[in-house]
């Protein structure tokens, strides 16, 4: 009788400890259609929950992987507006140590602030150090700044968690049509449009094996109109410079298969297949 009491305890401490993992951007779920993200089946074996936080407000979460030094997806708001580019990058001082500031800074500051070297900082995350002299490839965001309105959200998508090593040719053609042309035509209608842009982790890398170059960029979006929800949904080879319209079913078919981790599901039931 104890036994099966004790059972049932630790039952529950197992449920409890998921389902915190399951709700992790807690400090910005409204980034998220129905505060709902995406399920586990994207999640890295190493993740880490970002609420992406500048000059002391949120504008858009990451999922970030660890390990291979990119970002899983970031999660936001389309909001296009005026407002310009950033001309520093930055980092993330709480994947350093979680005890450091809530703020993305840049590397310079942070090793000033912390007394701590580049290297230190680039033990846990990509830095700019990784990203100089690539041939081909483009700083790419996943949360683009075109999508966000002033400068703060605008520069606030100027941090390496939100970057992959992405194909130039790619970056500056089909893929900028799809966020500049494309986006402003098929939210014509919406009233509160939510994004998911995401990339598939490839077989390459670059800086010494530092960081993946992914082998998929994707993006998914649902909004509501004055009478129904919509969806849409777009996949890209990383080597090639073809954007392919899809489904969400669509979409969450393919990554199902190329994350190989479960059935993917990107946004809450009210957002049609
Ligand atoms: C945005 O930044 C640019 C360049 O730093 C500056 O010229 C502009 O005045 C800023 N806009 C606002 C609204 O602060
Ligand atoms: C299109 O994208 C480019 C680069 O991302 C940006 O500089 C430009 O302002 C955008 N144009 C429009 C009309 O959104
Ligand atoms: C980028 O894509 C183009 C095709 O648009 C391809 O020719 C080129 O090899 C690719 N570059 C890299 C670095 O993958
Ligand atoms: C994808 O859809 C957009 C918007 O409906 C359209 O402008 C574009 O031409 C389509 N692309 C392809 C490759 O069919
Ligand atoms: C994604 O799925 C579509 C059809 O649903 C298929 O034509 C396409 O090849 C798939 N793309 C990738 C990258 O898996």
Redo the contacts with the bound molecule.
């Keep these: 009788m104890l036994g099966l009491l004790l059972l049932q305890v630790l039952a529950s401490c197992l449920w409890l400890g998921h389902s915190e993992v399951v709700n992790s951007f807690t400090s910005c779920p409204q980034f998220f259609y129905a505060r709902i993200p995406p399920n586990d089946a994207l999640n890295p074996k190493n993740p880490a929950w970002i609420c992406q936080r500048f000059r002391n407000s949120y504008h858009y979460a990451t999922l970030y992987d660890r390990d291979r030094r990119i970002p899983v997806y970031s999660a936001y708001i389309y909001q296009p507006g005026p ?2 580019r950033s001309s520093s990058w930055y980092a993330e001082p709480q994947l350093i140590n979680p005890t450091y500031s809530r703020d993305i800074d840049t590397e310079k500051s942070i090793s000033n602030r912390y007394k701590i070297t580049l290297q230190q900082i680039g033990q846990s995350q990509a830095i700019n150090q990784d990203y100089n002299k690539l041939q081909g490839l483009d700083r790419g965001h996943l949360s683009p700044s075109g999508h966000q309105s ?2 703060n959200s605008r520069w606030a998508t100027f941090t390496l968690t939100n970057i992959v090593p992405q194909n130039s040719t790619l970056n500056k053609g089909q893929w900028k049509d799809y966020e500049n042309q494309t986006m402003a035509q098929n939210t014509q209608g919406c009233r509160t449009t939510y994004v998911i842009t995401g990339a598939v982790p490839g077989n390459t890398y670059i800086s010494n094996n530092r960081v993946n170059v992914p082998s998929h960029i994707w993006s998914a979006a649902c909004c509501q109109t004055n009478t129904a929800m919509k969806t849409w949904a777009v996949i890209a080879g990383n080597n090639m410079n073809q954007v392919q319209n899809l489904t969400r079913a669509q979409l969450e078919a393919n990554l199902t298969q190329l994350y190989g981790r479960g059935q993917v599901s990107l946004f809450h039931s009210a957002c049609p297949p």
């Design positions: 407002g310009s002033g400068n």
